[in-house]
């Protein structure tokens, strides 16, 4: 298994959002504009200027969505919504689509996280499944 597949599988047992996810999203991502030019990432950094330039991924919709952008030019936000129904939401509350830009759901790649605490954990786990797959490709 890879490290973004584990931390896939992490994110969607997760319960809440984490600052150690989004340094772990930030490494694996490799985004030259959220990630310090060091080649780890040190959570014993707390509260430094390299904590602060990481995106609040799991916590922040606007960091989600930036992430989705950044990472996923040629993709849209098909669906995020809140499942309505309680034995739904009991795997967690929020859902999330990722597709192709001009393409639907049966013609292009996709990308879900059926169930997340957070809008932004959805979004997020959703973006690393396209990438994902995008590798495997």
Excluded: Y
């Excluded at 490494?27 to 040190?42: D, G, H, S």
């Excluded at 990722?98 to 605490?117: F, I, N, Q, W, Y």
Aim: charged share 30%.
């Amino acid at each position: 298994m890879s490290k973004l597949e584990e931390l896939i599988a992490e994110l969607e047992k997760a319960a809440g959002p984490s600052r150690d996810f989004d340094w772990r999203i930030a490494q694996i991502t490799n985004l030259p504009e959220v990630w310090p030019e060091t080649a780890f990432w040190p959570p014993f950094m707390a509260g430094s200027k390299f904590d602060k330039a990481i995106p609040l991924f799991t916590a922040s919709i606007d960091a989600a969505v930036a992430l989705v952008e950044r990472m996923l030019p040629d993709w849209r936000i098909e669906n995020l919504c809140e499942w309505d129904h309680e034995r739904l939401r009991e795997r967690g509350p929020w859902m999330c689509d990722l597709v192709e830009r001009g393409k639907d759901c049966l013609t292009g790649k996709s990308a879900k996280c059926a169930h997340a605490p957070t809008p932004a954990m959805a979004l997020s786990i959703a973006a690393l499944k396209a990438k994902l797959s995008q590798m495997e490709a």
